[in-house]
T-cell receptor
């Protein structure tokens, strides 16, 4: 069966450090992968999209990698700040190309 | 400002009652979606619509119904047939369908509690 796995345990890091979140998937051949940020009680907000032929994408302090061999994406936040504390969701296009499927998200806590 | 508006933000209902959640967008997007989110879980797709007067079932459509009579509106009805309706409901839209790499724009969500 198709699965998208994100670490369900919260990630706690110190301000200024780099946070790395993982998204693993099985039985998908996604044309692209997206990352979203979700604050408590709010809707997710789109952050980055990376295509299957791209290895890495950057946007300000954010960096996403996409390894289709390992079936894994890594999401990095450099020089993390307490304001980066949120839940981060990865999402994949399904094989039929008609649905975006989300992982369960990883909660990031950045301590001052 | 353009965006997606969901209402109501909080809703309580008794078992056996149908309830309709509103979703309106003024982004001129073609595609609209309804997701359900349970605590600690990812978003699960209920229904989606790529154009007016057309919609498709997602992974968990049972007990739900939708309509798409206007481009800007995509209401979701949670029927009494939905066995576990208490959840956080999220509406989203994209310029075109997901096959065209549409990033999703989400509303602020509606939290439904069945008493």
């Amino acid at each position: 069966s198709q699965k998208i796995e994100q670490n369900s345990e919260a990630l706690n890091i110190q301000e200024g450090k780099t946070a790395t979140l993982t998204c693993n998937y099985t039985n998908y051949s996604p044309a692209y992968l997206q990352w979203y940020r979700q604050d408590p009680g709010r809707g997710p907000v789109f952050l980055l999209l990376i295509r299957e032929n791209e290895k890495e994408k950057r946007k300000e302090r954010l960096k996403v990698t996409f390894d289709t061999t390992l079936k894994q994406s890594l999401f990095h936040i450099t020089a993390s700040q307490p304001a980066d504390s949120a839940t981060y969701l990865c999402a994949l296009l399904n094989n039929a190309g008609n649905m975006l499927t989300f992982g369960g998200g990883t909660r990031l806590m950045v301590k001052p | 400002d353009g965006g997606i508006t969901q209402s109501p933000k909080y809703l309580f209902r008794k078992e056996g009652q149908n309830v309709t959640l509103s979703c309106e967008q003024n982004l001129n997007h073609d595609a609209m979606y309804w997701y359900r989110q349970d605590p600690g879980q990812g978003l699960r797709l209920i229904y989606y619509s790529q154009i007016v007067n057309d919609f498709q079932k997602g992974d968990i459509a049972e007990g739900y119904s939708v309509s798409r009579e206007k481009k800007e509106s995509f209401p979701l009805t949670v029927t009494s047939a939905q066995k576990n309706p208490t959840a956080f409901y999220l509406c989203a839209s994209s310029i075109r369908g997901t096959v065209n790499t549409g990033e999703l724009f989400f509303g602020e969500g509606s939290r439904l509690t069945v008493l």
